[in-house]
């Protein structure tokens, strides 16, 4: 009687871990340019990468705009993660994020003028 008890109370263990694990953590960003001034109607890109997993779970690409105040928002359950961003006229940016037990990961994107774009339209995009 005490291995079936004992089992049962591994069995919840576990499956209190796993739920724990798999509970969405909130990310918030900013992005602004090489000034300081924030970046209204970029677009974000966010990619699982399943490193580090024996297994492919469920999780999907996500894709959002900034606000007007440069800022995003998205709950993405635990794991690795590739955050891009980009916007006309600058140049696009990434990072890996590694979601786990903390309640909100903050990121911030500091977008430089494309090389490119500048010098096709010098200091108009300045």
Known sequence: MKKIVRFVCSLVLLFAALLAASQAQDIHGRVTDSEGATISGAHVLVHPDFAGTWY?????????VTNSAGEFRIALPS?????CVMAD???????????GNEKTTSLKF????????????????K
């Open 56 to 64: 492919k779970d469920d999780r999907k690409d996500a894709a959002l």
């Open 89 to 99: 006229a600058f140049a696009p940016r990434c990072q890996k994020v590694n979601i």
């Open 110 to 125: 500091v977008l430089p003028v494309s090389r490119e774009v500048s010098k096709l339209l010098g200091d108009a995009v």
């Open 79 to 83: 794991g690795f993660w590739d955050v």
